[in-house]
């Protein structure tokens, strides 16, 4: 019994330590644009899956030029076999026992072309997993830099919330001091408590696109969804350089997606020839050693044999010509899809660009817009404290503030977010 009691005396004061100390939180990471970027390319998936493609092409690469090479097969076949008295010419069977070795070396002198199709077309396979790389660099780059400014945007329109909840708050006080000195109705008590409620709704909506946004960001840059993130940027308006047609040039140039193309049509034209190559012949060299009898490991006996071999298909029905028309006709395909990859490409650079400017030129109307709002509400204020003012017009005012800062907002993310869309699409190289 006492030896319980020494044990309780023990453990109670180390739950009521336990329960004293509180969970410390965790550090919130302060990240920039560009650390953002890093550690997606650090941790992204698709990033790692791009490489992985890349390295399979090389080694498949590395086995098609291979197969141009010489090859060496060792055989050793252990054999033990009868013959019928009809073949012996004698009454019984006789058994015997055979132990051969060979050694074979073979290489492909002439293929028709074939082998040395395959070898180019990885070469063009391993180029085309390269230029993956770099696109998925790209787009992961575009998808980081959304999400950042996302999270910017719901955090710049969690403090607009926040000022207009302050500014009906401030109203309502001011509504009601009125109301006790009977100098408004009820009625203006009521409306602007609900113009608070819905207020104090628009800020728990925004406070909870943030925490999805942060959460997004998270996802796509490899931190654990609930990780803290301090944002060091801000929304920065900076005239973009370039004209349109720079723009264009330089994404014809540039975008990873139309050299992918390049390739594929070259690839495409050496099925063509691959596929003429049934029509050519094959020559083949052999050299074989062979040591055999009839005791292990059979190697008494010994015999060689060198073989040139020429092939050359006379007559298959038609087989070659209808895979060369396939061929040719899969080029076309491929030219075309490479056309419409470039008009598409072409296309998302002429429309990022004229958006961007299109929020260029809403910022700064937005901005006046939300000087004449804030001054406007100073003045509704005053009027509305010295009695010369509705109610609904400081209201209209405090409304007419909030959509101002919401709109110039809106344009800056607009300008931002075009301008990564537009050096996405320019194929803009990532570091």
Same mark, same amino acid.
Request: charged residues 25%; contains cysteine.
């Given at each position: 019994?006492?030896?319980?009691?020494?044990?309780?005396?023990?453990?109670?004061?180390?739950?009521?330590?336990?329960?004293?100390?509180?969970?410390?939180?965790?550090? $919130?990471?302060?990240?920039?644009?560009?650390?953002?970027?890093?550690?997606?390319?650090?941790?992204?998936?698709?990033?790692?899956? $791009?490489? *992985?493609?890349?390295?399979?092409?090389?080694?498949?690469?590395?086995?098609?030029?291979?197969?141009?090479?010489?090859?060496?097969?060792?055989? /050793?076949?252990?054999?033990?076999?009868?013959?019928?008295?009809?073949?012996?010419?004698?009454?019984?069977?006789?058994?015997?026992?055979?132990?051969?070795? @060979?050694?074979?070396?073979?290489?492909?002198?002439?293929?028709?072309?074939?082998?040395?199709? =395959?070898?180019?077309?990885? =070469?063009?396979?391993?180029?085309?997993? +390269?230029?993956?790389?770099?696109?998925?660099?790209?787009?992961?780059?575009?998808?980081?830099?959304?999400?950042?400014?996302?999270?910017?945007?719901?955090?710049?329109?969690?403090?607009?919330?926040?000022?207009?909840?302050? #500014?009906?708050?401030? !109203? %309502?006080? %001011?509504?009601?001091?009125?109301?006790?000195?009977?100098?408004?109705?009820?009625? &203006?008590?009521? *409306?602007?408590?609900?113009?608070?409620?819905?207020?104090?709704?628009?800020?728990?909506?925004?406070? #909870?696109?943030?925490?999805?946004?942060?959460?997004?960001?998270?996802? &796509?840059?490899?931190?654990? !969804?609930?990780?803290?993130?301090?944002?060091? &940027?801000?929304?920065?308006?900076?005239?973009?350089?370039?004209?349109? +047609?720079?723009?264009?040039?330089?994404?014809?140039? /540039?975008?990873?997606?139309?050299?992918?193309? +390049?390739?594929?049509?070259?690839? $495409?034209?050496?099925?063509?020839?691959?596929?003429?190559?049934?029509?050519?012949?094959?020559?083949? %060299?052999?050299?074989?050693?062979?040591?055999?009898?009839? !005791?292990?490991?059979?190697?008494? #006996?010994?015999?060689?044999?060198?073989?040139?071999?020429?092939?050359? #298909?006379?007559?298959?029905?038609?087989?070659?010509?209808?895979?060369?028309?396939?061929?040719? !006709?899969?080029?076309?395909?491929?030219?075309?899809?490479?056309? @419409?990859?470039?008009?598409?490409?072409?296309?998302?650079?002429?429309?990022?660009?004229?958006?961007?400017?299109?929020?260029?030129?809403?910022? &700064?109307?937005?901005?006046? *817009?939300?000087?004449?709002?804030?001054?406007? %509400?100073?003045?509704?204020?005053?009027?509305?404290?010295?009695?010369?003012?509705?109610?609904?017009?400081?209201?209209?005012?405090?409304?007419?503030?909030?959509?101002?800062?919401?709109?110039?907002?809106?344009?800056?993310?607009?300008?931002?977010?075009? =301008?990564?869309?537009?050096?996405?699409?320019?194929?803009?190289?990532?570091?």
């Amino acid at each position: 019994m006492r030896r319980y009691q020494r044990y309780f005396w023990v453990i109670i004061p180390i739950i009521m330590l336990l329960t004293v100390i509180q969970p410390v939180s965790a550090t $919130a990471v302060e990240l920039s644009v560009e650390d953002c970027v890093a550690l997606a390319l650090k941790n992204n998936y698709d990033i790692k899956y $791009a490489q *992985s493609s890349r390295a399979k092409y090389y080694w498949a690469m590395k086995e098609a030029k291979k197969n141009k090479g010489l090859s060496i097969d060792l055989t /050793h076949t252990d054999k033990r076999y009868n013959t019928p008295p009809a073949e012996t010419e004698t009454s019984t069977y006789e058994y015997t026992t055979n132990f051969d070795n @060979q050694v074979a070396l073979t290489l492909p002198l002439y293929s028709g072309g074939k082998l040395e199709g =395959k070898i180019e077309q990885a =070469k063009l396979d391993l180029k085309v997993a +390269e230029l993956d790389i770099d696109a998925a660099k790209q787009q992961l780059r575009l998808t980081v830099i959304t999400d950042y400014l996302t999270v910017l945007e719901y955090l710049n329109e969690v403090q607009v919330n926040q000022e207009t909840v302050s #500014n009906y708050e401030e !109203h %309502l006080k %001011l509504v009601k001091d009125k109301f006790d000195l009977g100098m408004v109705a009820k009625t &203006d008590v009521l *409306s602007s408590q609900v113009d608070l409620a819905g207020a104090q709704n628009d800020l728990v909506k925004a406070q #909870n696109n943030y925490t999805n946004a942060v959460a997004a960001l998270n996802n &796509d840059i490899g931190l654990p !969804h609930t990780t803290e993130v301090t944002i060091k &940027d801000n929304f920065a308006y900076i005239k973009y350089p370039q004209t349109l +047609e720079e723009c264009l040039t330089y994404a014809e140039g /540039h975008r990873p997606e139309l050299a992918q193309y +390049e390739a594929k049509i070259t690839n $495409a034209q050496y099925d063509v020839d691959i596929a003429k190559s049934g029509r050519r012949p094959t020559v083949d %060299l052999t050299a074989e050693q062979d040591w055999y009898d009839s !005791h292990l490991p059979g190697s008494k #006996n010994s015999n060689w044999l060198l073989k040139l071999t020429t092939s050359i #298909n006379v007559f298959d029905a038609g087989v070659t010509d209808a895979q060369v028309k396939q061929a040719r !006709h899969n080029v076309d395909m491929v030219m075309d899809k490479s056309r @419409q990859e470039r008009d598409t490409i072409l296309l998302n650079v002429r429309q990022y660009y004229l958006s961007m400017h299109e929020a260029e030129k809403q910022i &700064d109307a937005n901005k006046v *817009s939300v000087d004449y709002a804030e001054e406007s %509400l100073m003045i509704q204020k005053a009027r509305y404290e010295v009695g010369i003012g509705t109610n609904l017009d400081l209201r209209d005012a405090v409304l007419s503030l909030d959509s101002a800062k919401k709109d110039y907002i809106q344009a800056l993310y607009d300008y931002n977010t075009n =301008k990564a869309k537009l050096e996405q699409a320019m194929g803009l190289p990532v570091q």
